[in-house]
């Protein structure tokens, strides 16, 4: 959301009016974005994404390199004749781009929008909406400067952001301190009740099934950073996440050290990302989903212990 509509809200500035399409709703927390409103949802909206697809010019494809990121959405996007401009930091581009700005040593997309701006030398076009996007998806994508992914640059851009007039303590506020009490339930139930500490792996697995989700009232965004609270857990390497979710089980896998998330998730759960932070999916059933990470895990025993 925030290299979207930093990047919208740039292209504005030059009197483009790009649409911003997501696949699916965004976590309300991030809601006070400037035309965040604006976006469409690609669920629930599908005809309206499909023209708007077919009949632009270029589409501009953010945070994702390869086109089943995106879902359903995917498809058309591939099948659209618009010129497609990948900017991303995900590992193993899939190459559906006609242009891409791809560097998978950046902290962030957000960190390559601004790059991105720079390089055109139009950075006297940014203002404050444009650097508070940009600053939050630096912030999210990095932990708040603690990951690997952030290096000096990061900051440096972050510090030029901040010079653009943010309020970084109230976006700090709206993202991380504004949580509802059902959520802060929720949290507390999933660490309470649901986390499993598998220390002959060092892992800590947190599962939530649907009869949960439904019964926190569990939306997008509630579940985001819960899996990084197995990771928070001293000689724990690996942290994984497995929801029920409508359609299939989502996972979200999180390490430290040298073990690689993403190898995991690509090799076992058809998902990737990036080296300490990945994702995968599966279309098992949720408890079988369970069963066969437990099984899989046993083959990474040596490495998770060395
Ligand atoms: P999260 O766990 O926060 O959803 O995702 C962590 C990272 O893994 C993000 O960079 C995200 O883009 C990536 N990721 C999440 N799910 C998937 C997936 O199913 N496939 C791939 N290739 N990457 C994913």
Redesign the pocket.
């Known amino acids: 959301m925030g290299s979207s509509l930093g990047l919208k809200l740039f292209l504005n500035t030059l009197g483009f009016h790009p649409t911003v399409i997501t696949p699916t709703d965004f976590a309300g927390f991030l809601n006070w974005m400037k035309d965040s409103e604006k976006t469409v949802v690609f669920e629930g909206n599908e005809a309206r994404c499909k023209t708007l697809t077919a009949e632009a010019d270029f589409i501009f494809c953010l ?2 390199n ?1 086109l ?2 995106i879902n359903e959405y995917g498809e058309f996007v591939g099948n659209s004749k618009a010129k497609k401009i990948m900017i991303d930091h ?1 590992q ?1 581009p899939q190459g559906f781009e006609d242009l891409s700005y791809w560097d998978d040593t950046a902290s962030s997309t957000c960190e390559l929008v601004y790059r991105f701006i720079a390089e055109l030398g139009l950075q006297a076009n940014v203002d404050k909406d444009i650097a508070s996007c940009l600053y939050t998806g630096i912030v999210t ?1 990095t932990g708040s400067f603690r990951y690997s992914n952030c290096s000096s640059r990061t900051h440096i851009i972050a510090a030029e952001l901040m010079d653009f007039g943010i309020d970084h303590v109230a976006i700090h506020d709206q993202v991380f301190d504004s949580y509802t009490e059902k959520r802060v339930r929720f949290i507390g139930y999933a660490i309470s009740q649901k986390l499993e500490v598998l220390k002959e792996y060092k892992t800590a697995l947190i599962t939530i099934n649907r009869q949960e989700l439904k019964e926190y009232d569990v939306i997008t965004g509630d579940t ?1 950073g819960l ?1 990084n609270y197995g990771l928070s857990i001293e000689g724990i390497k690996f942290a994984v ?1 497995i929801i029920d979710r409508s359609k299939i089980v ?5 390490s430290k050290g040298k073990f690689a998330a ?1 190898n995991f ?2 090799q076992h ?6 080296f300490h ?5 599966s279309l098992v059933p949720f408890e079988e989903t369970i069963a066969q990470f437990k099984e899989v895990l046993k083959q990474y025993k040596e490495e998770l212990n060395a």
């Not at 989502?250 to 999180?254: A, E, G, L």
């Not at 932070?277 to 999916?281: I, K, M, N, P």
């Open positions: 945070d994702f390869h089943s990121r995900h193993f994508d985001e899996v996440l989502k996972m979200s896998f999180r993403n998730a690509l759960f058809n998902g990737g990302g990036h932070a990945a994702g995968g999916s």
